[in-house]
């Protein structure tokens, strides 16, 4: 592939502002695209409507232009995609690929795989509510990440036979993920480390649905004092965008990144260039990393 072939992106869910964490993960998939001379993307991840805040997808915008953080073409957005994503639902049923299943993720778990004896697995949908799950048996636990080399995933019990459709009638996250990074034409995903075990699913609904390989890099999660991810569940602080230069410097160091000068540190632009031409994969840490946010500081 060719340096200019490169399309990365950044994917947010729309439940609540950016944080140091999703900040991080932003700006290690602009700093790899930009770095490789590529385009960087932006979608916004709107498809579980009980889980957004209003006014967050505005924020998250506002946050990554006050960041210096400028996608390239215009932002798609999940909730105007549900016709494509139920063409493929509606083509994987009719190939037999996909089959509509009343079994829980805990039936499947305690069957060590095998569906109840009353699962359906039929294409037409059974009285009462159903998930629709890809045909997933010989899913390959095994891939190439950028940041942390060959990746080789325990096979998940009874959790092959992946969910494309949730029962309450969402679509599911691995379904929508594949499809819009090939309506984006995206060649690499640099996302954080708690998407790791969702990479196998998507590299082989991508194959099942004949499209071609993208490169996976995941980079390591911020941590709070108590050892869990930054995230709003977890009342990380929202991002100050009045900030924005100490929050890039923060999540350079965070990213393991060498720090610019510090003639170069008072503005997002002359910031991101440098950190844009001096961007190093080898250096990205393959540990989480514990933050004292409030004090900008990383304990490794
Ligand atoms: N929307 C997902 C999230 O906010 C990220 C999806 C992805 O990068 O593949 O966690």
């Known amino acids: 592939m ?22 991080s993960t932003a700006l290690a998939s602009f700093l790899d695209a930009r770095a490789h001379g590529g385009a960087w993307l932006l979608r916004i991840e709107d498809l579980d409507p009980p889980r957004e805040q209003p006014g967050a997808t505005g924020r998250i915008l506002a946050s990554l232009r006050a960041h210096g ?3 390239d073409e215009t932002e798609l957005f ?41 699962c359906p697995r039929s294409r037409t949908p059974p009285v009462g509510e159903s998930a629709i799950r890809l045909r997933a048996r010989d899913t390959p636990y095994r891939f190439a990440d950028i940041f942390l080399g060959e990746v080789e995933l325990p096979c998940p019990t009874g959790a092959d036979d992946f969910v494309i459709r949730r029962r309450d009638g969402l679509y ?20 954080g480390r708690d998407l790791l ?20 890099g995941h980079i390591p999660l911020l941590l709070n004092a108590q050892g869990q991810k930054l995230s709003k569940q977890n009342h990380a602080p929202a991002l100050d ?10 999540c350079l160091e965070a990213l393991g990144q060498l720090p610019p000068p510090p003639a170069l540190r008072d503005a997002c632009a002359r910031i991101l260039d440098w950190a844009i031409a001096h961007w190093q994969r080898a250096l990205v840490p393959v540990q989480d990393r514990v933050v004292l946010v409030g004090s900008a500081s990383t304990e490794h």
Do not use: K
């Open 2 to 23: 060719t340096a200019s072939a490169y399309r990365g992106r950044f994917a947010p869910s729309p439940t609540g502002p950016l944080h140091l964490g999703s900040l």
């Open 172 to 191: 599911a996250y691995q379904l929508a993920v594949v499809i819009d990074d090939a309506e984006q034409q995206i060649t690499h995903v640099v996302r």
């Open 197 to 216: 075990e969702s990479t196998p699913h998507q590299v082989f609904l991508r194959a099942r649905l004949g499209l071609a390989p993208v490169y996976y």
């Open 78 to 118: 999940q909730h105007d995609r549900m016709a494509a994503y139920e063409r493929v639902i509606a083509a994987l049923l009719n190939s037999g690929d996909a089959f509509h299943c009343t079994c829980s993720r805990q039936d499947l778990h305690l069957g060590q795989g095998a569906h109840l004896p009353a």
């Open 69 to 71: 953080l400028h996608w």
């Open 241 to 250: 965008d009045m900030r924005a230069p100490q929050n890039l410097l923060f």
